[in-house]
């Protein structure tokens, strides 16, 4: 099981993500078969202000991202349970990317939070090979939504 932590700093008709982020959690255990620990992960939805100047202060980056992810390091787990870490998921620029996409904000936000939360369980995307990985799981992931 995964439980999802969920934070809505940007506005309140985006409550409604808390399910979509819990459904896909559940969906993303199950497939890479790794429910045999209760996990938590926590989810915030922030404006670019705050993503950006996060970029700036942990990322040394000075520029306004998607989404930002920090991994727990899971080499303790108490009891069956490992807490993730935290992503950070700019919804001004999910906005941005949806429209840049053609495909609509709820799909921008949903493969925002899957791409944070592979992070948080080790995936990452430093090479062809990790990234043509990582962005496989996502798709499939996805379309199981």
């Known amino acids: 099981m995964i439980n999802v932590n969920f934070v809505n ?3 309140s008709s985006y409550d409604e993500y808390e399910e979509i ?3 896909l959690a559940q969906q993303t255990i199950a497939f890479l078969a790794i429910d045999n620990y209760d996990y938590d992960i926590s989810v915030t939805l922030v ?3 705050f993503i950006h100047q996060m970029n700036n202060d942990y990322r040394h ?3 306004v991202t998607d989404v930002i992810s920090f991994e727990n390091d ?9 807490d ?3 992503v950070f998921i700019s919804v001004d ?7 840049a996409y053609h495909h609509s904000l709820k799909r921008e936000l949903s493969f925002l939070f899957v791409h944070g939360l592979l992070h948080c369980l080790g995936y990452d995307h430093l090479n062809k090979d990790e990234e043509r990985e990582m ?3 996502q798709e499939v992931i996805l379309n199981e939504n």
Do not use: P, V
């Open 9 to 11: 700093n940007y506005h």
């Open 21 to 23: 982020y819990h459904k």
């Open 47 to 49: 404006n670019n202000e």
């Open 61 to 63: 980056k000075d520029y």
């Open 74 to 82: 899971n080499e303790f787990i108490f009891d069956n349970y490992q």
């Open 84 to 86: 993730l870490g935290d």
């Open 93 to 99: 620029k999910a906005i941005e990317q949806a429209q």
């Open 135 to 137: 962005f496989r799981l």
